[in-house]
């Protein structure tokens, strides 16, 4: 493991806190989960670094210099949800923050094969990143849902 970067629990964490919270101080994140300033620092400094958080201004002062907040930045990440039905296929792509970026649904697979399919998936997902302008190395995971078993599709 890097020894410059925190460890991923601790990361995921204070990650997870900010976006339910943000925005939210270094002070406070302490505080929330327990973790020590520098664990703090190391981590905050780390998801900055990443673009994954942001500084969003100063809090108000509670007798020293005011605090700088963290919110989380949704654009930094992006995520694709494909939901095949038989005469649909759905693609949804949504930021950290949950909200949809882009949506298009077309027609089903219908009888198609399985091939087929992922084939016309690849096509389509890529055609949609393009409408979207996405840049691909945001896009971080991808969820598939489908019915199961098709009918109509050649057993494997």
Same mark, same amino acid.
């Given at each position: ?85 038989? *005469? ?33 998936i ?12 996405? *840049? ?5 995971g ?15």
């Amino acid at each position: 493991m890097n020894q410059n970067r925190p460890r991923e629990s601790s990361r995921g964490k204070i990650l997870d806190l900010i976006r339910v919270s943000g925005p939210v101080s270094r002070v406070e994140l302490a505080e929330m989960t327990g973790l020590t300033q520098a664990t703090i620092s190391t981590a905050v400094r780390s998801l900055l670094n990443d673009g994954v958080v942001l500084e969003a201004g100063r809090g108000e002062s509670t007798g020293g210099k005011p605090r700088m907040l963290l919110e989380l930045n949704p654009a930094s990440r992006l995520g694709l949800g494909v939901h095949i039905g038989q *005469d649909y296929i759905t693609y949804v792509v949504a930021d950290l923050s949950g909200r949809v970026v882009g949506r298009r649904r077309v027609s089903g697979p219908g009888n198609a094969t399985p091939m087929a399919v992922v084939s016309r998936i690849t096509a389509d997902v890529d055609n949609l990143f393009e409408a979207l302008a996405v *840049d691909r190395q945001t896009v971080v995971g991808m969820g598939v849902a489908a019915p199961g078993p098709w009918t109509g599709l050649p057993a494997p």
